[in-house]
Every structure is written in structure tokens, then in C-alpha cells.
């Protein structure tokens, strides 16, 4: 019976709602109808964990789920717990939400909450993990601030083995706070509800739930007579990879149904209903792992599969049925369930019947149709032969919460003497959608031998032509091998193999993270120097702090979405919205050709590139127009129905290296620049090597997307509410585009959940968005991106390809290098200009007498790069170290020592002409090398590798320097005491992004005004109050902004001595001195900005050792451990930048080995849009001992209050990693006499490591 509504409970509190509408996902609701906005969005599909919220099914224990791919209807009969039902300032805060601000573990604080509920539904679920089950727990989660660590120590202080130390952190935080864990649990009711059919319609859809399975086959029979267009949904998260844009008239909810969440334990199998969650699976096989061979395999490779709060709804019957649908899936639960022996069971909704039947056909390829058929129920049969053998494996670009390479499985009956195969199954993943069983390989291994090397060249020859045909690429084909002949190598006797051979059984298992924090403060200058956690942590933990996107909407607030070219080389032909303009919600569209005759058409600050195409299109995600509607859903719908056509479609320049043959260059205004006499020395030079290093791009990641809100004002002019780091840019860009003055552009900025320079120029384009809607529209509008539009619109990191040559002596002592730095400055000229700092990054920490350096613009079609945290530094330190590399290879030395001896030292010059002082990087190297102990460890790597033949170690250390000019950057500060009650309030023109600039500014204030932090706040940026501030940008905008706060005290302090002096020395409260002062009419308030300090440069050095291990079989790694020691002068707040040092480290990780854009060669159109394709580091790709130490004792006499910029210079020491990548690599290629220098593969992804090393499987695998 049609009921048309739903009803369920968030945080205890009974919600219903009449006509939900069908289409949109718990977390839409949640986010605009309660307005509970701690749970964020960032992707929308299930692979960030920024909306992750508990979830209680009835009768079932509460499970972390992600909000954004829960179809709001689904969630009727439950009850959901969202980060405001655990703990706020007025309640109390949680624990969770006390120690992971405490610890650090939030610093944009974007992420928090979503880490916050899955810690918290973990306890629900178990109240006492282990320290590796709450490391297994993130599985889901990218937090790109913090670098992981931080997050990982709070959260393992609720492990019942947490080691001693973290007890102790977590004993001395929580004595200073009084803790409440304020949790609302459930009404008991609900928790025993007996699940009710369902129907509603939103009146284009209608969701159904039908009670049983006797009725959901009458529901699909009627349905299928009908006619009508069906879905079943189970947990939904197919959408997260495959966002289907059919129209299904009927959704079948089939995820609570109790015959499909059955689970049955028989004597000789289990049955799993086809409703039973991933997460479920893996517990009843891990319950009953000694009853089968294979249930435990199959359990821990399941953990593999996506994450925590996926597997929590996802189902195994929608895995299947996803690989049926797509046959290009790389489903691991299909190979599994096939190595397992399993049998589904599938109803036939056309004739009724049910069949039984394993996974693949009978060709062991093809999946079975299941369009028209439901799947019942899956079959493990209890395989409990010692002599039987199974082995699955997983191959990923990282480390967790990824798709597979390749996945495999593997089962083999052994003789009872376990010298002869008596029968075997080889399954593969992900080598094509027509292959799955190695028919042919099983069929000759049936009664072959173990420890034969007959037997194995036989079957890798066999395999081999078997894949060979299917399998296009190098990588999966020698990958498919390797892991067949890790599963042979597990069949044979150990003793019977050659030296070091037996390394190659393993898989690399991930020990527990750990790591320490070493530096000093001064107490004399506290706060300044003290140790805390950013000052809004506890409210970023407990989700009540508002981001642009969580401000509550005017009730007349319109939203808009850009409709995006998808292709980069070409001109519009024409632009169709005739079907928009009858869609529901449907307001305005905007193209190029009806842009408002009144705006210039120009949406960056470089006032060349056009806001919307009206002609040309440059690149792929360029936008073509602006739709406008009542919701931001159906903006989205809208934008998606708009058809554009194109002509004169060319092939698109998308490379350094299409750009150089396609001649396509920007106007050349580039110098180059010098010093010394480079042609001279390399005349003179005794040994010259060159190369080329190509350096790809990185998408900024962060985790609030771009969003502005834009209202027109009274007096013609527009108040903006902007995810930005530069305002000024944003009011020139509207200034000049509508003609109006500046000071009629209102913009407030309170904090953003990430920038990294991803926000800088490039949030003009969202600015310009926003303000034009308003501006047609005359109501409130704001434009929020999704993850494809920020990853294919905004621009990235700008891929640079370097061609180097380089003069050295017989010691490798450096005298002279050229470089040609070619840089992919994208579709815009406004990327020129980061080439044309690149001579502020240009030299590393190595000295060289004579350098020149070249460089060109490449103008292609990909969207406009971006600064990207340390743009150009990043490149020219890790060029610096990859040429000693070579040098250190070409002369057979020893790079570490040969670094040392290039290392800049006081006294020399650098190539910006400075001179070189206070010059730390010789000291903080040396200092690394003892405390790391580096020489020893390098003999036990060494001896490692002697011992291993297919597991190598790899140990790099490096250098880096990075210049900072305090010359362009200026802030506005404010500074106001209340006479009441002494607080005092700041504003100033820097922008909070997770630096912890707000908190350095409250421990100056509260240091110079000599009053406690506890009294001071700081609140939003706004062009009013800071007026003429520069962006956020180049680390050094604390210290700027901490410069005009400075000169704000001492303005007020001038002002209040002479109160205070006429006291006569009278003890006086804070309060009472500022009420004096107020009734002698002393001004309270004041306002400075400092000035550049062109003459104050000065260089951040940092050191940093990794220690990695390879499987050289699949190209798996991971880092064992990394060292870095870094010099910021006299840490304002060493808590904060030690936080900066290892976010900044890891995204560098993310740079060197997993994050990679790719675009499609024939239409330009970014492949890698996604978190299914892109993949930023996780809890698991970071350093498993990761030690940091800022170094003692080292003022800055040329920074600002004796510090240094610590935001962007760490990320230059991460090339370490992909160098002892390199290493392994090079060790393994050793063991094969491969002896050439080979060029360090970027990204140094899994599988372009393994492509390095040259395996030729066929001759390359051996027993011996
Ligand atoms: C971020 C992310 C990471 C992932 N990583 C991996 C991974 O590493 N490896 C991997 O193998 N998978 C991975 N997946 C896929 C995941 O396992 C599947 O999305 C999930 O198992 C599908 O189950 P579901 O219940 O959510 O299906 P739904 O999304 O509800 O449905 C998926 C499809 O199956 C159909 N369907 C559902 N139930 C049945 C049934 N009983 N009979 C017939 N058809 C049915 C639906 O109609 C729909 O077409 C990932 C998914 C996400 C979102
Ligand atoms: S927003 Fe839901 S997982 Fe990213
Ligand atoms: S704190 Fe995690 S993304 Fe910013």
C-alpha cells in the first residue's frame, strides 16, 4: 500500500517525511532539511569518509556507513547517529572528539567528523579493539592535512593493548579537560522493529520495499510485465563507481529483507542470502575459518575489498551483479567466490525457476546474465583437506581502498605426499572482461609435480600464452605470472629452493604505524613556542564549526552548476537546453552567447580567460554554461541533460613532450637565467652525464570542494561568502567584470577545509560562478563544485619535464649544470607565471658555481595549472637530487656521502645572488645520519638484499632548501578589546586553511598583550576589516600576519602603558586595566599591516631518510620508515608544524608513488575524475615508523619572531622515498647483471616500478 512517507530517527529524534524524494542520498537531506551539517561531502562516491555517520538497521548493531551513497528512502525504520548526536561544546564533547583534537589529529578539520563516527561506530561494535583492528578501521578515510599520524595515536588510545606512551598522552590531555562521552543511543523500540513493506513515489519514482521474498517476486513479475524500468538495491554503492544515469522508474529495496539476509552454517558449507554485507561475510568465514581452507583466505582478502563503511551495506550479490552489468569490473568477490568452489543460487524472474550455478560458465570466462534474475543466496562448501592449498592476492595502485591491478586465486589438491598436484584452479581479476579461469594451466597441472622447475616453466609458459591474448598491458600480463608463481613457489618444499628464492611466497604485511615528535620549546615565551592543537579543534572535531557550504541557506537561495565541455580541442556548434528547461527546479541557463552584455565575460584574475566558452573550447571540463535552479540536486540533473555539440574537433596537445612536437608554445618572455659561466665550465668538466626527469601533475585534494555563495547588495554591488585563499583576487576579478568599485564587494571568509593552493586564482572561477547567478537572478546563489568539476575545471599541479646535463669531478663535486625546464602551463596564460618563479625555487641544497637554466611555456590542452603546495620547489629540489643520483651512479659512489659533500655551506652564493648565512642544511644532515643511525641500517639493507632475490630494501636520503622571500605578501590584522570583560577580538587577511594560522595568531596576541588565550578570539576573514590583503600562499603568511599583529600590540600596549603607568603600580586585574581605559576614552581598537620586508629572505632546510621495502614480484611497497629533521627557527607552535611537516610529507608521498592524472589522448577529458581512479595516500601508505624532529636551538634572525615558513618546504624532502624506491628496484635489477642508470619512473606508482625492473617472467622465475 502507497504510504508516501517515511520515518526514522537521527540522534534520537523521530523525523517523517512525506514525498522523500526517490533520487537523493541520506546525506542531501540531512545536510539541507535538519541542517545537521558536521557530516561533509567531499566525493559522493563512498572512496573519502568525509560523510561517514552511524547507522542502525533495526534488530542490527550500528555500523559506520557513508552518508552520501545511502539512498535517503533506505534509511526508513532506522536510526542514524551523525557526529552532532555524540558530542558538542554545549553537551560535552565525546572523548573521541576530545583526543583526536587533542592529538593533533585536526587541522582543516574537514575530515574529522567522518574519522569521529567510524571510531565511533567501531566502539559500538567493539568495546575493546586491538590497536590493528583501529588501524584497520580507516580504511575509508583521506584526511590530505595531517599526514595520518595524529589521528591514528588518538584513536589508538582506545585500544585495549595501547602501548604505554599513548596512554600517557591521552592521561595528561584528559586531566586537564573534564570528559563527557555524550552519546545518544537508540530508543530500544527500534532495535527490535520487524522490518514493514514499503512503497512511496516522489511522483517520478517509486521506491518499494517489498517485506519477502514471496512478494518481491510478485513485485518483479508485475513490474517486468509492465514494462517498467527496475533497480535492485541493495547498499547502494554501485553508484559510487558506476553513476548510472538511467532512469529507473522503480527502486527495490532488498537490503533488509530477512530471506536474503540469511545466514546458514550446514555441516559441509555456509549459505550466505544475497543481501549479506561484505563485513558480515568476513565474519561468519573468520568465525568458522578452521572449518575450511579457504574461509580465512577468503575473509582477509575480502578486507581488501573498498572499505570499512562500504563493506558495512555493500552486498556480494551486488558485486557480482556489477561485474555481469560491467564486465570490465575488476571484481575480487567473483574471483574469490570462484577459487572458493562457490555456488550461487538465482531466481529467474521470466520463468520462475531457480538455478544453481557456479560464479563463471562453464568456459570459466562469462558471467551469467543476471539482468532479468536475482541472486539468492552463495554456497562456500567446507574444503577441509590439509592437502588442499589456497591462496588469494590483491595487487593495488595503493595501499587499501583501491580496485585491483590484477587479483588472483588459487587452489591446488596436493598428493598425500605434497610432491604431486592432483588438481588445480587458477582464477585472475582484472585482466580483461573476457578472462577469469587459466582453463588451459589448471588442465597441465593436474598431476605435475611440486619442486619442478619442469613443471613450472611449463605452466608459465602455458599461463602465458593463455594471457598473452587477453591482456594488454606489460604490467598485468607479468603480474599475472609473478603472482602464479608466487602460489608454486608456496607449493614447494622451502628447503628444496634456491638462495633467497623463498622471499618470493610472501605478500609485504604492514606492521602498526608508530612514530615520535621531537622538539623544544621556551617557555619564557609562552604561548608562543608552546605545543598545543589548533584552537577550533574541539569544534572541528564535534562538526559544529561552518564552512561556506554549511551556512544555513536564505530561504530564496538558488544554486548553480556548470555544464562542462567533454572535449578539449574544439568549437562549440551548439548548445541545447531545450529539455532543461522543462526539468523540475529548472531558473536560468548562462551561456557565452546570452552572457549579461553588462559583464565582461572574464572569470580569473588574468582577465584573459573566459568565464564561460562561447566559441572555443581550450580543454575538456572547460565551461560552456551555468545552469541556475531551486536545488542543488536538480541544478545537477539539469546541467546533465544539456546537450552540447561540437565542430572542428582536433586532436588535443596534452603533454610537455605533444606541446614540443606540436611547437605549441606561450610567448617566450621567459629569461633565462645564470651564474657563473656555465659553457666555460663544461669545457673544463672532467666527467658530464645528462638526462630527463617528467614530472607529473596532482590534484590539490581538498576536502571541501569550491564553493562560493553571492548575493547582490542594496547598493548595486555583491556580498560573497568564498571557499578562497585570496580574496583581493576574487573582489578585482568581480570589480572588473561588472564595472563596479571594490568597495561595493563584501567577502567574508572564515575557513576553508583545504587549499593548498588549489584555492588561490583559481577560486575566482567559483567566485564569478556564483556572483554572475546572483547577479542574473537577483536572489542569493551559490555555486558549489563536485569532486569531477574541481579535479577537471579548477587545474592542478603543473606537470614540468626537465633536461638536465651536468658537471662533476672524480669525487662527484658538482661545478656546473643547464637545465631546460619545460612546464605545461595548460590551456590559460595565467600558469606562465609559476614558471616565472621558478628561479626563486630554482636551486636545491646543493651548491654548483655555474648554472643555467631554461625555461619554456608549453600552452596545451589541459585546464590551466596552479600553484600546488612548494609549485617549482618541489620539481627543482627533487631535480637536484635525482642529478647527485645519477652522478653518484655514473661514478659507482655512494650518493649519501656524495650529497653531504655538494651540500651549500655560509658563505657561498646561491643562484638567486644571495648570500648564504645561518645556512642549517649541513648540520641538520649530519645530525640525521647519527640519530638515524644511517650507515648502519645501510649495511643491514645491504645484507637484506643479499638474502632476498624477489623482497628488496631501498634507503635514500634527502636535502632540501627552500627560499622564502617575504616581499609580496601583506596582511591586514584588527585587533579589538571588549571594555566589559577584556576579550579581546581579531580579524586579520589571512585565511585559516588548517595551518593553524588562526591559533599562532591568538598565542601572539595572548604573549604581546600578556593576557590568557583563553580571552582571545579569532573570527572570519573579511575584505572590510583587512582590506588589501594578499593571498594566502607561500608558507609565510603566519609570519606576516603574525608581523602585523605584532605592530597591532604594540600600538594598543602604547596605548594602555600610560593607564596602566598612572596606577602608581597598583596591582590590577586585565579586566579592570581595560574598563580604565575605556573610561579614559583610550581607543581599544586597532588595525596595522606590516610592510614586505624585501631585504628579509632567507632559506627552510630539511633532511629526510626513507627506508622502503619492495615485493618485486608485483611491485608492491612500503615505506618501514621515515626520518625527517627540519628547521623552522623557533617553532611558533611546534605541535602545528610538526603537523605541517608530516601532511606536507605525505602528500609529497601521494606526488611520488600513487597520484597520478591521466587524460584521454583523443578527447582530453581527465581520466583519473575520481576517487576510484585517483588515489591520495591513506592511513596505510604512510611511513610505518615515522620519526620527526625540528631542530634545536636554531633561531631565524631573518624571519619574522625568529621563525620560518613551514607549510610547503617539508613536501621538497619526499623525493627521498621515490629514490629508495629506486634503489630496491636497482638492487633487484643487479640481481639480473641489469647494471645501466635507468631514470627514476614518475610517478613511481606499483606499476610503474615493476615496469622499471624488466622482469622477464619466462626466463626470470626460478626455483633455484
Ligand atoms: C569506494 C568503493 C570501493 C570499492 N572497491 C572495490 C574493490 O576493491 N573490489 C571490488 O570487488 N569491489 C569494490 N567495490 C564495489 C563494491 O563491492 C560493490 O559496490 C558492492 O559490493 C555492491 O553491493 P551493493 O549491495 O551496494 O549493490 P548495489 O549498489 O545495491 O547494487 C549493485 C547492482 O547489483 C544489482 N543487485 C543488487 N543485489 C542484487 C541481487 N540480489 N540480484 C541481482 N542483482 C542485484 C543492483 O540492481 C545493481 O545493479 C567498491 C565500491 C566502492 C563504492
Ligand atoms: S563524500 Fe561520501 S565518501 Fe566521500
Ligand atoms: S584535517 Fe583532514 S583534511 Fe584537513
Redesign the pocket.
Known amino acids: 500500500m502507497m504510504k508516501n512517507g517515511i520515518s526514522f530517527y537521527v540522534n534520537n529524534e523521530k523525523f517523517a517525511v512525506e514525498y522523500p524524494d526517490i533520487g537523493i542520498s541520506f546525506n542531501s537531506w540531512l545536510r539541507s532539511q535538519p541542517g545537521l551539517t558536521g557530516t561533509k561531502i567531499t566525493c559522493g562516491?563512498?572512496?573519502c569518509g568525509s560523510c561517514v555517520v552511524a547507522l542502525q538497521r533495526p534488530s542490527e548493531g550500528i555500523k559506520a556507513v557513508n552518508s552520501c551513497?545511502l539512498p535517503l528512502c533506505s534509511v526508513d525504520g532506522c536510526h542514524v547517529i551523525t557526529i552532532e548526536g555524540i558530542g558538542s561544546q554545549r553537551e560535552g564533547f565525546s572523548n573521541i572528539q576530545s583526543r583526536i583534537a587533542k592529538f593533533g589529529g585536526s587541522q582543516c578539520g574537514y575530515c574529522t567528523p567522518g574519522f569521529v563516527m567510524s571510531m565511533y561506530s567501531l566502539l559500538e561494535e567493539d568495546e575493546h579493539p586491538t590497536q590493528h583492528t583501529i588501524e584497520d578501521n580507516f580504511d575509508?578515510h583521506i584526511c590530505r592535512c595531517t599526514g595520518y599520524r595524529p589521528i591514528l595515536d588518538a584513536m589508538k588510545c582506545f585500544a585495549c593493548d595501547t602501548d604505554s606512551s599513548l596512554k600517557k598522552k591521552c592521561e595528561d590531555i584528559e586531566d586537564l579537560m573534564s570528559l563527557k562521552c555524550h552519546s545518544k543511543r537508540p530508543p530500544k523500540s527500534l532495535i527490535t522493529v520487524n522490518i514493514q513493506s514499503l512503497t512511496v513515489t516522489d511522483g517520478v519514482a517509486t521506491w518499494i520495499r517489498p517485506a519477502s521474498l514471496g512478494d518481491l517476486k510478485s513485485q518483479l513479475r508485475n513490474l517486468q510485465q509492465e514494462h517498467k524500468c527496475i533497480?535492485?538495491?541493495?547498499?547502494?554503492?554501485?553508484?559510487?563507481?558506476y553513476k548510472s544515469k538511467s532512469n529507473f522508474g522503480y527502486f527495490l529495496d532488498?537490503?533488509q529483507m530477512e530471506e536474503?539476509r540469511a545466514i546458514n552454517n550446514y555441516d559441509d558449507c555456509i549459505e550466505l542470502g544475497?543481501?549479506v554485507?561484505?563485513s558480515e561475510m568476513i565474519k561468519t568465514l573468520l568465525k568458522h575459518s578452521d572449518e575450511s581452507v579457504t574461509f580465512g583466505a577468503v575473509a582477509s582478502h575480502l578486507k581488501?575489498?573498498?572499505?570499512v563503511p562500504?563493506?558495512n551495506?555493500?552486498?556480494?550479490?551486488?558485486?557480482i551483479?556489477?561485474k555481469c552489468?560491467h564486465p570490465d569490473?575488476?571484481?575480487?568477490?567473483c574471483v574469490l567466490l570462484e577459487a572458493a568452489k562457490a555456488k550461487v543460487k538465482v531466481y529467474d524472474v521470466c520463468t520462475g525457476r531457480i538455478v544453481t550455478q557456479s560464479v563463471f560458465g562453464s568456459d570459466g570466462a562469462t558471467l551469467s546474465h543476471?539482468n532479468d534474475?536475482?541472486?539468492?543466496s552463495v554456497t562456500l562448501p567446507k574444503l577441509d583437506d590439509i592437502k588442499l592449498k589456497f591462496k588469494t592476492f590483491?595487487v593495488?595502485p595503493r595501499s587499501q581502498?583501491?580496485?585491483?591491478y590484477v587479483a588472483a586465486a588459487f587452489r591446488a589438491g596436493l598428493a598425500s605426499d605434497e610432491d604431486r598436484i592432483e588438481n588445480c584452479v587458477v582464477v585472475f581479476g582484472g585482466l580483461g572482461s573476457a578472462f577469469a579461469r587459466a582453463q588451459q594451466t589448471e588442465c597441465y597441472l593436474k598431476g605435475k609435480q611440486t619442486n619442478s622447475m619442469e613443471t613450472l616453466k611449463n605452466a608459465l609458459n602455458i599461463l602465458s600464452d593463455e594471457i598473452k591474448n587477453v591482456t594488454l598491458e606489460k604490467y598485468e600480463y607479468n603480474l599475472a605470472l609473478g603472482l602464479f608463481y608466487k602460489f608454486y613457489l608456496s607449493l614447494c618444499d622451502p628447503s628444496k629452493l634456491g638462495y633467497g628464492i623463498s622471499s618470493g611466497i610472501g605478500s609485504l604485511v604492514r606492521p602498526l604505524s608508530k612514530g615520535t615528535q621531537t622538539y623544544e620549546t621556551d617557555p619564557e615565551i609562552y604561548p608562543i613556542s608552546q605545543a598545543m592543537s589548533n584552537i577550533s579543534s574541539d569544534i572541528q572535531a564535534s562538526g559544529e564549526v561552518q564552512y561556506v557550504g554549511d551556512e544555513t541557506p536564505t530561504t530564496d537561495e538558488l544554486f548553480c552548476t556548470f555544464v562542462l565541455s567533454d572535449v578539449a580541442n574544439a568549437e562549440i556548434k551548439n548548445i541545447d537546453y531545450s529539455i532543461a528547461k522543462d526539468m523540475p527546479g529548472f531558473v536560468k541557463i548562462i551561456t557565452g552567447e546570452n552572457f549579461p552584455m553588462e559583464v565582461k565575460n572574464h572569470s580569473h584574475y588574468d582577465g584573459l580567460s573566459e568565464c564561460l566558452a562561447k566559441y572555443c573550447i581550450q580543454f575538456a571540463g572547460q565551461p560552456v554554461a551555468i545552469v541556475i535552479a531551486e536545488s542543488r540536486e536538480q541544478s545537477k540533473q539539469i546541467a546533465e541533460s544539456v546537450k552540447v555539440t561540437y565542430k572542428n574537433v582536433q586532436k588535443p596537445v596534452l603533454s610537455v613532450q605533444d606541446a614540443i612536437e606540436n611547437n605549441s608554445f606561450y610567448p617566450n618572455n621567459l629569461k633565462p637565467f645564470q651564474m657563473g659561466n656555465p659553457d666555460v665550465a663544461f669545457k673544463n668538466a672532467e666527467h658530464v652525464v645528462s638526462g630527463e626527469v617528467d614530472l607529473g601533475s596532482q590534484y590539490h585534494f581538498y576536502m571541501e570542494n569550491q564553493i562560493c555563495r553571492a548575493e547582490c547588495t542594496e547598493n548595486g554591488g555583491f556580498k560573497l561568502n568564498v571557499a578562497t585563499q585570496a580574496q583581493l583576487w576574487i573582489q578585482k576579478t568581480i570589480s572588473h567584470s561588472f564595472g563596479i568599485p571594490s568597495n561595493k564587494i563584501e567577502i567574508t571568509t572564515k575557513r576553508l577545509g583545504g587549499g593548498f593552493g588549489g584555492k588561490l586564482c583559481n577560486s575566482t572561477i567559483a567566485g564569478m560562478a556564483a556572483t554572475l547567478a546572483a547577479f542574473v537572478t537577483r536572489r542569493p546563489v551559490c555555486f558549489h563544485a563536485d569532486l569531477k568539476t574541481c579535479m577537471s575545471t579548477f587545474g592542478s599541479r603543473m606537470p614540468y619535464f626537465m633536461k638536465y646535463k651536468i658537471g662533476f669531478n672524480a669525487n662527484g663535486i658538482v661545478n656546473c649544470l643547464s637545465c631546460d625546464v619545460y612546464g605545461n602551463c595548460g590551456s590559460a596564460p595565467r600558469a606562465v607565471r609559476e614558471l616565472a618563479g621558478v628561479q626563486r625555487a630554482a636551486d636545491s641544497a646543493y651548491f654548483c658555481p655555474n648554472q643555467l637554466y631554461k625555461c619554456y611555456a608549453c600552452k596545451t590542452n589541459i585546464p590551466a595549472p596552479t600553484w600546488c603546495r612548494a609549485p617549482g620547489s618541489l620539481q627543482l629540489n627533487a631535480l637536484g637530487d635525482i642529478m647527485m643520483e645519477h652522478v653518484a651512479s655514473y661514478l659507482g659512489q655512494d650518493p649519501i656521502g656524495m650529497k653531504f659533500a655538494n651540500l651549500f655551506k655560509n658563505g657561498q652564493i646561491t643562484l638567486q645572488g644571495n648570500l648564504v648565512t645561518h645556512c642549517q642544511i649541513r648540520n641538520l644532515y649530519q645530525n640525521l645520519m647519527e640519530s638515524c643511525g644511517i650507515r648502519s641500517r645501510q649495511e643491514t639493507v645491504k645484507s637484506f638484499n643479499e638474502k632476498n632475490r624477489w623482497k628488496k630494501r631501498g634507503l635514500s636520503v634527502s636535502p632540501s632548501k627552500f627560499n622564502v622571500k617575504l616581499t609580496w605578501q601583506k596582511y591586514a590584522v584588527l585587533v579589538s578589546i571588549y571594555a566589559f570583560d577584556g576579550s579581546v577580538v581579531i580579524s586579520h587577511g589571512g585565511i585559516e586553511c588548517g595551518q593553524g594560522i588562526n591559533t599562532k595568531v591568538a598565542q601572539v596576541a595572548a604573549c604581546k598583550l600578556g593576557v590568557p588565550l583563553e580571552l582571545i578570539t579569532v573570527q572570519r576573514t573579511s575584505n572590510i576589516s583587512a582590506a588589501n590583503s594578499t593571498s594566502t600562499g607561500g608558507s609565510t603568511s603566519s609570519e606576516m600576519t603574525c608581523a602585523s599583529l605584532v605592530g597591532c600590540c604594540e600600538i594598543l600596549n602604547s596605548r594602555i602603558e600610560p593607564i596602566k603607568a598612572r596606577m602608581n603600580g597598583k596591582e590590577v586585574t586585565w579586566k579592570e586595566l581595560i574598563a580604565k581605559c575605556y573610561a579614559e576614552d583610550v581607543d581599544l581598537s586597532a588595525t596595522y599591516t606590516s610592510p614586505t620586508l624585501p631585504s628579509q629572505s632567507y632559506a627552510t632546510y630539511g633532511v629526510a631518510c626513507a627506508e622502503v621495502e619492495y615485493d618485486v614480484l608485483t611491485g608492491e611497497n612500503q615505506i618501514l620508515r621515515a626520518d625527517i629533521m627540519f628547521d623552522c627557527g623557533i617553532s611558533m607552535n611546534p605541535s602545528v608544524d610538526i603537523g605541517q611537516v608530516e601532511g606536507a610529507f605525505v602528500m609529497g608521498i601521494g606526488f611520488w608513488t600513487t597520484e597520478e592524472m591521466k587524460y584521454d589522448t583523443n578527447t582530453g577529458q581527465l581520466v583519473t575524475d575520481s576517487?576510484?581512479e585517483y588515489k591520495p595516500p591513506t592511513t596505510k601508505d604512510i611511513p610505518v615508523e615515522f620519526n620527526v624532529e625540528l631542530l634545536k636551538n636554531a633561531p631565524n634572525p631573518l624571519g619574522v619572531l625568529r621563525t620560518k615558513a613551514i607549510g610547503e618546504p617539508p613536501i621538497c624532502t619526499s623525493i627521498c622515498v621515490a629514490i629508495a624506491l629506486k634503489r630496491a628496484v636497482e638492487e633487484t635489477k643487479r640481481d639480473r647483471g641489469l647494471n645501466e642508470y635507468f631514470p627514476l619512473p614518475t610517478p613511481a606508482t606499483v606499476k610503474a616500478l615493476h615496469n622499471a625492473c624488466e622482469l622477464d617472467p619466462l626466463s626470470d622465475f626460478n626455483l633455484s
Open positions: 562516491e563512498g572512496g551513497l575509508g533497480k535492485l538495491v541493495c547498499g547502494n554503492t554501485a553508484s559510487g563507481i532488498i537490503g536474503l544475497a543481501s554485507t561484505l581488501k575489498v573498498a572499505s562500504i563493506r551495506v555493500a552486498s556480494w550479490a551486488g558485486n551483479a556489477m552489468q569490473f575488476p571484481s575480487d568477490v543476471f534474475k536475482v541472486l539468492l590483491k593495488m581502498n583501491s580496485y585491483a576517487t576510484w
